[in-house]
């Protein structure tokens, strides 16, 4: 029996020693595993994850990279004689701190002024006439062919925006088929159009919806800008007040 207390004893203390030397190699192997990076995929889905948890509230209030705002326009000035006037030419045209400006020229420009972005005009490969009757007849010719003219300008990126404002000048009660050509070069599914037009008196004859028919994929805002080419000179007012309106900035 007193034998038997020794060997109990040796055998108590080996445990002992054994449970210790465990519990150390658990400790530094839990240090190591903590000082280890965290694997790419594993990371991943823990963003993903974390993502997914915040509220679709949170997320709306999020403007988009990459977001912007472009204002696209075409505008053809006419050849009139502009010696000696300080505001207004004639009724195509608009004269701005010695720069002769088409209508919609002018009206883009005050447009980008208001809301930023990057102001691109559409150009075509073939120039056309400056004089009024020549310039009239082409457009009313190529509204009968249903013609898609070639563009010599065009969008970088267009991807990166979100707003495009476009603005174009009624012929012939109809867009000129320049930015028929226009819409049909790019993508705009998701964006949103925002119309501005100038008239003769006919105002926007329902191009607005022809905008629409043509881009399904686009919200095309309803509320376009208007204007009578015989108030274009006296409207920066108007456009400001309409594009402050939009609630957008760049």
């Known amino acids: 029996m007193r034998k038997a207390v020794p060997f109990l004893l040796v055998v108590a203390l080996t445990l002992a020693v ?17 000082q280890e990076p965290v694997k790419p995929e ?6 993903a994850r974390s993502t997914s948890e915040v509220s679709a509230e949170d997320t709306k209030s999020e403007p988009s990279e ?12 006419e050849d009139v004689d502009t010696s000696g006037v300080d505001t207004v030419a004639g009724a195509s045209i608009v004269v701005r701190d010695g ?9 883009a420009r005050l447009i980008q002024e208001t809301v930023g972005g990057d102001l691109f005009r559409i150009e075509t490969v073939e120039a056309y006439p400056l004089d009024h009757d020549p ?5 009313a ?25 476009l603005g174009y000048p009624n012929w012939w009660g109809d867009m000129p088929m320049p930015v028929y050509s226009f819409l049909e070069e790019y993508d705009f599914e998701g964006k949103t159009i925002i119309p501005f037009i100038t008239h003769g008196g006919s105002r926007a004859s329902g191009t607005v919806g022809t905008i629409s028919k043509l881009e399904p994929g686009a919200q095309v805002l309803q509320d376009a800008l208007v204007i009578s080419r015989n108030d274009v000179a006296d409207s920066e007012e108007t456009v400001t007040a309409w594009a402050e309106g939009l609630g957008i900035k760049n």
């Open 18 to 34: 054994t449970s210790c030397g465990m519990a150390e190699k658990g400790k530094s192997q839990n240090e190591a595993a903590a």
């Open 42 to 47: 594993t990371r991943a889905f823990e963003e």
């Open 66 to 77: 990459g977001s912007g705002v472009l204002v696209a326009y075409f505008s053809v000035p």
């Open 99 to 107: 720069e002769k400006l088409g209508n919609t020229e002018y009206v």
């Open 135 to 139: 310039l009239v007849d082409q457009a």
């Open 141 to 165: 010719d190529e509204q009968d062919e249903n013609a898609r003219p070639q563009l010599a300008s065009h969008v970088e990126d267009f991807e990166q925006y979100e707003t495009v404002l």
